[in-house]
C-alpha cells in the first residue's frame, strides 16, 4: 500500500482509539464540551485528509457529521441524544471503511445517504430512523444492517490485516535521538578499530569486531532510512496552495507530480517547504498568464505547473517548471541597472542565462507591482540561500514564451554529508561532495596558470577561473610561497553556477562524514561549516565554501571574468574587451587583447634562440616563434614572455614585466604610425597602445599548431609518399592518418596507383607523375607542383573549419 | 555555599571552575589546529570520539601564551550546547567554597576581572572563581 495511504490509516485508527472513551463518555452525557470538540476535532481531521485521495464516501460522512458538530459547537443545535447516535454511527461506518481501505478493497457502499440523514434533526425518513434514544446498541445496529454489510466482512478481517504493513507513528525527537546516537556509535566504532590496528593481530576480537561493524552499518542505514519520507508528503500539500493562489489571482493552474515516491530526509522536506512555496508563488503570480493572455499566444487556457523529482546518488534534483511566459531577461537586466546593482556595461557582457541569473539577486523582483501574493519582501535570493544553506543548489532556465524552470538539488540527509577530503598545511580539511567539479592535477598538460595583478587564475578546458591556495585562505600560508604546479586543484562549482578553483597539497578521499556543529567563536572566522572526526579519531573540520567565496569576492570577481569565461559566450565577450598591461622591452606600457593570452612564462635565456630574421624560444620541449623583440634587447638571465595564441596558432611575446589586467571600455583609435598596433585607447585615463593580435598571427603563418589538427591519409605503398609527400603534409599542418578505417579530412592518392586503396575522406587531392594533366583529367596536381598540393591542402582545411 | 570547585593553575595564578560544569579532566596529547581561529581556540581535540574546542584560558583571559612545559590538562565543560576543553595550567583536586563569590576593592586586574565571577575562599586560600561563559566567549567579545 501506498504510504501516504498507510499514514492516514495509521492516523485515523489511532484518532479512533484515542477518542474511544471520549465517544463512550459522550454518548453518556452529550451536553459535555470538551467531548464535543474532541469527536468533532476527529471527524474534522478524516474529511481534511480524505481531500489527499479518492474517497468520496469518506468525505461526504465526515463532512455531514463535522457540519453537524459545528453547529452544536456554535450553539445552533442542541447535542441530544439523537444526534449522538447518529454522529456515532457515522464514526462506526469510517471505522470500517478505514479496515478496507487498509486491506485494499472496496468499501461497503450505500447506506450513507441514511447515516447522513439521520443527523438531520428534522428527519422523518423512515426506515433508517435516527436511533432511539439511548440506545447505542441500536446505532450500531444502523451499521450492521446497512446494506452493505459491514459486519459481514469481520470475519476474515484479522487474517487480512496480517498482510497489510504495520505503522506506527514516533515523534521526531526519538528519531533525532536514536540517529544522533547511531552516528555516535560509528564514531565510536571507527575509534576502536584505530585502536585495534595499533594493538596489532588478534584474532579473537577482529572476527567479533567485523561482525559489530557489519551489524553497524546496516542499523545505520535503516536508522537513514527511517528519517526518510516519500516525496509525495511534501506534493501532498501543494495542490491545495496552488488551487487557493490561483483562484485568489484569478488563474486556472493544474498541478502535475512526477517522482513523489522519491524519498529524502524528512528534516530536509521542512527545509525546502517555503522555497519551494516561494517559487509556487512566482510562478502562479508571475510565470503563468491569466486564460485570456494564454489562449491568445495559442497556449492551453489552463496553466501547467509540473513538479518533478528525481534522484541521482546522493542527490535530489527537483525541477519546478511552468508553461508560463517565461523570465524576460532584458527587463530584469534593465531592473538590475535601475536598482544599482550592476551598471549597464557589466549588462551588457552578460550572457542570456547569466542575466537569468539575476533573478536570485537581492533586492530583484520581477514583479511588475507588489500583489498579495509576492512582493512580500522575500525575495529569490532568500529561497537560493535557504537551499544553499541546507547543502543544496538551484538554478533556472527559461525561454520566452513558453516557461520557466526551476532546478533545486538537494543532499539526501543533513546530518550525514558525502565530502571530499584534502589535506593543506598538514591538516585534513573536508568540502562538501556537492560542491565538487572536477579534481585535476596542476601539473597536467591541459592546467594553465597565470597572473592577472595579484589574483592568480587557472586556465582549465578553455575557462579561466580564479584559483585560490587552500592555505592563503586559510591563513596559514603565503600566497607567493605557493608552488602551484605541486598542487591538485579541486574545481568548486558554487550553487550560482561559478566556478573557482581551490588549490590543496593533496586529495584523500571521499568519506560519508557526521558533520557537527562547531562553536560559535569558530563559526565567527566564516571559514568552517561544521567539524566531524576522522577514522583515526582526530577531529577535522568542514570547510565553508559559500562563505568562503564570499569573502574573498570570487562570485564578484567572476563577474568580471565571466567574459573570459566558455567558448559559447565569445560573442559576449568580444564586447568587454579586457586587456592585459604589460611592459614591453623597452619599458613603454602596452595592452593586449586578454583573450590572446594563454599564459605567462618566464624561460632562461639560453632557450632562445635568434639568427638573423629567425627568432624562436623553446618552451616544454616546443618552438614558438618570439615577438616584441623590435622594442628592446632581451634582458640576460630570465625573460618573461607572453603565450599568445589565436586559438590555432601559438607564438610568444617577449616583455619586460606583466602589469595587469584591465578593461578596455573606450575607443580603440587606430594607428598607422606603427603596423603592430592596432590601435590606442584610454586605461585609467593614460594612453596605452594596444597590439595588434590579427596582424602578429597573418605575419606568422603557420608557427605551430594547437586544438584539432586535419587529418590525412597518404597512399600507403608508396615510399615516395612516406618519404618527400609525408613532411610537405605535415608541414601544412595535416596529421597523418595510418588507420585505414578512419575517416579523414584529406585523402591523398596517386592517379598511377592501381588499384586505387578507397581510404574514407571528406576531400580527395589526386596526384599525377606527369607535369601535364592526362585527357579528360583537370583534377590532379602535378606530384612536384608544391604551391599547387600546397594549396589544395588549405583549401580543404579552410572547408573543414567552415 | 558549600559548592565544590575545581582548583587549578591559570597564568600562574590559582583559580577556580565550577565542579558541576566540569564533566571531566583530561590530558590532552593531538590538538587538530585551525586555522583562521581566534588565537585563544587552540584548535579541536578529540574525547570519546566527540570533538572538543581547545580554549588556551590563559590567552583567553588576555595574557600572553602558555610555555610549552604545561602539562596540557583541560577541563571539559559544555556551553551552549558546544563542549570545550579548557586548558589550564595545572588541575589540582576539587576543592569547597568556604564563601561566596565577592568583589574584592580595586577589581582583580586586567583580564581576570572580565572573566572572573568574584573571589571565593577556599581551603587552599582565596581563589578566583572563573565565568566559564565569559572564558569561552573569548577577549574580543567579551570586551564588546
Redesign the interface.
Known amino acids: 500500500m501506498d504510504d501516504l495511504l498507510a499514514d492516514f490509516v495509521a492516523e485515523t485508527r489511532e484518532m479512533l482509539e484515542a477518542s474511544g472513551g471520549e465517544i463512550v463518555a459522550w454518548e453518556a452525557d452529550p451536553s459535555d464540551r470538551a467531548r464535543l470538540d474532541t469527536i468533532f476535532r476527529f471527524v474534522h481531521t478524516v474529511k481534511g485528509n480524505c481531500g489527499f485521495f479518492d474517497f468520496p464516501h469518506l468525505e461526504k460522512l465526515s463532512h455531514a457529521a463535522e457540519d453537524a458538530l459545528a453547529d452544536c459547537r456554535a450553539g445552533r443545535r442542541e447535542a441530544d441524544s439523537t444526534l449522538v447516535s447518529a454522529v456515532l454511527a457515522i464514526i462506526d461506518r469510517i471505522s470500517e471503511m478505514i479496515d478496507s481501505i487498509e486491506a485494499g478493497e472496496d468499501h461497503p457502499e450505500g447506506g450513507d445517504d441514511a447515516l447522513i440523514a439521520a443527523l438531520n434533526p428534522h428527519d422523518d425518513t423512515p426506515g433508517m430512523s435516527p436511533a432511539e434514544p439511548h440506545k447505542p446498541s441500536e446505532t450500531t445496529q444502523v451499521t450492521a444492517t446497512s446494506p452493505a454489510e459491514g459486519k459481514a466482512d469481520a470475519g476474515p478481517k484479522p487474517a487480512r490485516a496480517a498482510s497489510v504493513q504495520r505503522t506506527i507513528r514516533l515523534p521526531t525527537e526519538l528519531l533525532d535521538e536514536v540517529m544522533k546516537g547511531v552516528s555516535d556509535m560509528v564514531l565510536a566504532r571507527n575509534d576502536l578499530a584505530r585502536r585495534l590496528r595499533d594493538a596489532g593481530d588478534h584474532p579473537e576480537i577482529d572476527g567479533p569486531f567485523d561482525r559489530l561493524s557489519t551489524i553497524l552499518a546496516e542499523v545505520r542505514s535503516s536508522i537513514t532510512r527511517m528519517r526518510m519520507q516519500r516525496l509525495e508528503h511534501l506534493f501532498s500539500s501543494l495542490p491545495r496552495l496552488v488551487r487557493d493562489l490561483s483562484t485568489e489571482l484569478g488563474k486556472q493552474v493544474m498541478v502535475d507530480f512526477e517522482g513523489g515516491e522519491v524519498e529524502l530526509d524528512r528534516e530536509m522536506i521542512e527545509m525546502v517547504r517555503d522555497p519551494l512555496t516561494h517559487i509556487i508563488r512566482n510562478a502562479i503570480d508571475h510565470g503563468l498568464e491569466g486564460p485570456g493572455e494564454r489562449i491568445k499566444s495559442g497556449k492551453h487556457e489552463i496553466g501547467l505547473l509540473k513538479f518533478a523529482a528525481r534522484q541521482s546518488g546522493n542527490q535530489i534534483t527537483l525541477a519546478i517548471s511552468d508553461d508560463g511566459r517565461g523570465i524576460d531577461a532584458d527587463r530584469l537586466a534593465a531592473k538590475a541597472v535601475a536598482a544599482g546593482i550592476y551598471s549597464q556595461a557589466e549588462i551588457d557582457e552578460m550572457s542570456e542565462r547569466r542575466k537569468h541569473h539575476l533573478i536570485f539577486e537581492p533586492g530583484l523582483s520581477t514583479a511588475e507591482k507588489v500583489s498579495s501574493v509576492s512582493g512580500r519582501g522575500v525575495g529569490m535570493d532568500v529561497v537560493r540561500a535557504n537551499i544553499e544553506h541546507v547543502g543544496g543548489s538551484i538554478d533556472v532556465t527559461t525561454k520566452p514564451g513558453e516557461g520557466t524552470s526551476f532546478h533545486l538539488k538537494l543532499p539526501l540527509t543533513l546530518s550525514i554529508i558525502a565530502a571530499l577530503t584534502v589535506g593543506s598545511g598538514g591538516q585534513r580539511y573536508a568540502i562538501p561532495r556537492s560542491y565538487v567539479e572536477e579534481i585535476v592535477f596542476g601539473s597536467s598538460d591541459h592546467v594553465d596558470f597565470a597572473e592577472a595583478g595579484d589574483r592568480r587564475l587557472v586556465t582549465f578546458r578553455g575557462k579561466r577561473v580564479p584559483c585560490l591556495a587552500l592555505g592563503e585562505i586559510l591563513g596559514s600560508e603565503d600566497p607567493g610561497s605557493v608552488d602551484w604546479a605541486s598542487m591538485t586543484l579541486v574545481l568548486v562549482r558554487m550553487a550560482s553556477n561559478d566556478v573557482f578553483a581551490l588549490a590543496v597539497d593533496r586529495v584523500y578521499d571521499h568519506e560519508d562524514v557526521v558533520v557537527k556543529p562547531i562553536a560559535p567563536a569558530i563559526m565567527e572566522t566564516g571559514l568552517y561549516a561544521g567539524t566531524t572526526l576522522l577514522d583515526d579519531g582526530r577531529p577535522m573540520m568542514l570547510l565553508d565554501l559559500p562563505s568562503i567565496a564570499q569573502k574573498h569576492r570570487l562570485v564578484d570577481e567572476m563577474r568580471s571574468m565571466a567574459r573570459t569565461l566558455p567558448e559559447e559566450e565569445q560573442t559576449e565577450q568580444r564586447k568587454a574587451r579586457p586587456v592585459m598591461l604589460f611592459t614591453g622591452l623597452d619599458g613603454r606600457r602596452r595592452a593586449v587583447r586578454l583573450e590572446l593570452v594563454r599564459r605567462i612564462d618566464t624561460i632562461s635565456r639560453e632557450a632562445i634562440d635568434i639568427e638573423g630574421s629567425r627568432k624562436q624560444a623553446v618552451i616544454d620541449g616546443a618552438i614558438f616563434s618570439l615577438l616584441g623583440l623590435e622594442y628592446g634587447e632581451l634582458p640576460e638571465g630570465r625573460c618573461r614572455l607572453l603565450r599568445l595564441s589565436d586559438g590555432e596558432h601559438e607564438v610568444v611575446y617577449a616583455v619586460s614585466e606583466v602589469l595587469d589586467a584591465a578593461d578596455m571600455d573606450g575607443e580603440i583609435v587606430p594607428s598607422s604610425a606603427d603596423p603592430a598596433v592596432e590601435g590606442v585607447t584610454l586605461i585609467g585615463g593614460e594612453p596605452v597602445p594596444v597590439i595588434d593580435g590579427h596582424g602578429l598571427f597573418a605575419a606568422q603563418g603557420t608557427a605551430r599548431k594547437t586544438g584539432r589538427t586535419a587529418s590525412c591519409h597518404l597512399p600507403a605503398s608508396s615510399d615516395w609518399a612516406r618519404t618527400i609527400l609525408e613532411p610537405l603534409v605535415e608541414a601544412a599542418g595535416y596529421r597523418v592518418s595510418t588507420e585505414p578505417e578512419e575517416e579523414t579530412d584529406v585523402a591523398i592518392e596517386l592517379v598511377d596507383d592501381d588499384p586505387r586503396p578507397a581510404f574514407p575522406a571528406r576531400h580527395i587531392i589526386r596526384l599525377r607523375p606527369e607535369p601535364e594533366p592526362a585527357e579528360n583529367d583537370d583534377e590532379s596536381i602535378y606530384r612536384y607542383d608544391r604551391e599547387a598540393l600546397l594549396s589544395a591542402l588549405k583549401r580543404a582545411r579552410v572547408e573543414k573549419t567552415a | 555555599m558549600n559548592d565544590l570547585l575545581l582548583m587549578c593553575l591559570i597564568a600562574g595564578r590559582r583559580a577556580a571552575i565550577p565542579a558541576a560544569l566540569v564533566q571531566s579532566v583530561i590530558e590532552i596529547d593531538?590538538i587538530?589546529?585551525?586555522?583562521?581561529?581566534?588565537d585563544?581556540?587552540l584548535g579541536?581535540?578529540?574525547m570519546?570520539?566527540?570533538?572538543l574546542?581547545v580554549i588556551d584560558c590563559q590567552i583567553a583571559l588576555g595574557f600572553g601564551g602558555q610555555e610549552q612545559d604545561s602539562d596540557r590538562r583541560a577541563a571539559v565543560v559544555q556551553v551552549?550546547?558546544?563542549s570545550?576543553a579548557l586548558l589550564v595550567e595545572e588541575a589540582y583536586d576539587v576543592g569547597e567554597a568556604r564563601s561566596d563569590p565577592i568583589e574584592v576593592p580595586g577589581g582583580f586586574g586586567h583580564g581576570w576581572q572580565m572573566a572572573a565571577r568574584g573571589m571565593v575562599e577556599t581551603d587552599c586560600g582565596p581563589t578566583l572563581l572563573i565565568d566559564v561563559d565569559a572564558l569561552?566567549?573569548?577577549p574580543v567579545?567579551r570586551a564588546a
Not at chain 2, 32 to 38: D, Q, R, V
Not at chain 2, 48 to 51: C, F, G, I, L, T
Open positions: 593531538q587538530t589546529p585551525i586555522p583562521g581561529a581566534p585563544f581556540i579541536l581535540t578529540a570519546r570520539s566527540q570533538a574546542t551552549g550546547g558546544h570545550y569561552v566567549a573569548g567579545a
